[in-house]
């Protein structure tokens, strides 16, 4: 009898293995940090988390050609890994774990593989607090079920949460929860959007091609836990006689251009939300955790 991998549904990682792609990730991630080189940890991040590390990389190494002076390893500890079944590719898992960086909040990643000469690569990674993550679905060797992204049992399908949660930073509405990367985000927005003397402009974008494409682990509620990117301008202009306020060294190590009237700041962000089942009580999407990283500048 011929197996079909690609057909068959599967572990997505065996947790040896999960824990060895967390090791590489560490150990590359931290020589990448001290020497400030993207090259030393591009083979170990893609989507959303490579493009944010590789701009701070470029940033750190053109303030410091040297080296990162303030180096302190990452060391991850207290890992909860959660493996989904599923067939095909690409293949992902979640590595949820105690950092000694970002305080009390554990470190959340998503690693993904595209076949089996890749290499595990983390796209995602967020900081959430502890105790904040939902309880999964699990079967009785404790694999986690994958979710479509076109699922329909949802209150909104995975691939449509970036455009969704895009169009809610521009236009508001009542589709997500109130919370620190909602309402307090547009609030904080609208009051800087006009200072005097300068005007601060917002695009959002949905970000889902490739490695940014979103992923999502079955809630035991019925629902989702859905890991997905989105893209971001903000746009600075001074006023006649005036000027945009003197970038900090990192954002000037990636601005092209001079910067005479505006500066124009492109991000990148991953985000969890918590998607409820379609007909579920209280259907409002809820925004768990959100990191966000200058990516590029220009100055005009």
Same mark, same amino acid.
């Given at each position: 009898?011929?197996?079909?991998?690609?057909?068959?549904?599967?572990?997505?990682?065996?947790?040896?293995?999960?824990?060895?792609?967390?090791?590489?990730?560490?150990?590359?991630?931290?020589?990448?940090?001290?020497? +400030?080189?993207?090259?030393?940890?591009?083979?170990?991040?893609?989507?959303?988390?490579?493009?944010?590390?590789?701009?701070?990389?470029?940033?750190?190494?053109?303030?410091?050609?040297?080296?990162?002076?303030?180096?302190?390893?990452?060391?991850?500890?207290? =890992? #909860?890994? #959660?493996?989904?079944?599923?067939?095909?590719?690409?293949?992902? @898992?979640?590595?949820?774990?105690?950092?000694?960086?970002?305080? !009390?909040?554990?470190?959340?990643?998503? @690693? #993904?593989?595209?076949?089996?000469?890749?290499?595990?690569?983390?796209?995602?990674?967020?900081?959430?607090? %502890?105790?904040?993550?939902?309880?999964?679905?699990?079967?009785?060797?404790?694999?986690?079920?994958?979710? *479509?992204?076109?699922?329909?049992?949802?209150?909104?399908?995975?691939?449509?949460?970036?455009?969704? +949660?895009?169009? +809610?930073?521009?236009?508001?509405?009542?589709? @997500?929860?109130?919370?620190? +990367?909602?309402? =307090?985000?547009?609030?904080?927005?609208?009051?800087?959007?006009?200072?005097?003397?300068?005007?601060?402009?917002?695009?959002?974008?949905?970000?889902?091609?490739?490695?940014?494409?979103?992923?999502?682990?079955?809630?035991? !509620?019925?629902?989702?836990?859905?890991?997905?990117?989105?893209?971001?301008?903000?746009?600075?202009?001074?006023?006649?006689?005036?000027?945009? %306020?003197?970038?900090?060294?990192?954002?000037?190590?990636?601005?092209?251009?001079?910067?005479?009237?505006?500066?124009?700041?492109?991000?990148?962000?991953?985000?969890? =939300?918590?998607?409820? *089942?379609?007909?579920?009580?209280?259907?409002?999407?809820?925004?768990?955790?959100?990191?966000?990283?200058?990516?590029?500048?220009?100055?005009?």
């Amino acid at each position: 009898m011929v197996v079909h991998g690609e057909r068959e549904v599967l572990p997505a990682a065996t947790r040896a293995e999960a824990a060895k792609a967390l090791e590489q990730f560490t150990t590359a991630y931290n020589k990448a940090d001290a020497a +400030y080189d993207a090259s030393l940890d591009a083979p170990y991040t893609t989507g959303a988390l490579g493009a944010i590390d590789a701009a701070r990389l470029k940033a750190g190494r053109a303030n410091n050609p040297g080296g990162n002076p303030q180096h302190t390893p990452l060391a991850l500890s207290d =890992v #909860t890994y #959660t493996i989904p079944k599923k067939a095909g590719w690409p293949r992902w @898992f979640v590595a949820d774990a105690k950092s000694n960086k970002g305080g !009390d909040s554990r470190w959340v990643l998503v @690693f #993904t593989r595209g076949d089996l000469s890749e290499p595990w690569q983390a796209a995602c990674l967020t900081l959430v607090a %502890p105790g904040a993550l939902p309880e999964f679905t699990k079967d009785e060797d404790g694999w986690a079920e994958a979710v *479509p992204a076109d699922s329909a049992g949802l209150t909104v399908a995975p691939k449509d949460l970036s455009q969704d +949660y895009a169009t +809610y930073l521009k236009s508001g509405g009542d589709a @997500f929860k109130d919370g620190t +990367y909602t309402s =307090v985000l547009r609030a904080t927005r609208a009051k800087n959007s006009s200072k005097p003397g300068l005007v601060q402009q917002y695009i959002d974008e949905p970000l889902t091609n490739d490695d940014f494409a979103p992923l999502a682990l079955r809630t035991a !509620d019925g629902g989702a836990l859905v890991f997905f990117s989105t893209h971001h301008y903000v746009k600075q202009t001074a006023a006649a006689g005036a000027a945009v %306020p003197t970038p900090n060294k990192s954002v000037a190590a990636l601005t092209t251009g001079e910067i005479k009237q505006s500066l124009t700041m492109e991000f990148v962000a991953n985000e969890i =939300v918590l998607d409820p *089942p379609r007909g579920a009580g209280g259907q409002q999407l809820s925004v768990l955790s959100r990191l966000e990283g200058l990516t590029a500048a220009k100055g005009e």
